[in-house]
């Protein structure tokens, strides 16, 4: 009986160790994110196929990108917001999360 109860909870455990990880690849495999650049405060802008653009912050969380706002990648390259997909984003971070 003690390892079926151990079994049920180290289950539980590994599922829940993989939610997120199969949320974040909802993001990564879907198919209208053309190009992800990694920002120089910790956050990420998606570029997407249609040429909009949508800003993750450094929590994961879809923040909203005023346009024409400058934003500046890890290796300095300076990057002009077209667009302000904070809708789009935040429905693709919260993929597989809602049970």
Known sequence: MKS???????SAAFAGMTTPALASDA?????????RVELDDGGTLY????????RE?????????KKGET?????GTK???V????ARLDAL??????G
């Open 57 to 65: 912050d450094r929590f994961g969380r879809a923040v909203y990108l």
């Open 4 to 10: 079926l109860a151990i079994a049920l909870v180290l």
């Open 71 to 75: 934003l500046v990648a890890r290796d």
């Open 47 to 54: 570029v997407f196929k249609d040429g909009k653009m949508a």
């Open 83 to 86: 667009g302000n997909e904070v």
């Open 79 to 81: 990057i002009v917001a």
């Open 27 to 35: 993001l990564d495999n879907s198919n209208i994110v053309k190009t």
């Open 93 to 98: 971070l919260k993929e597989g999360h809602n």
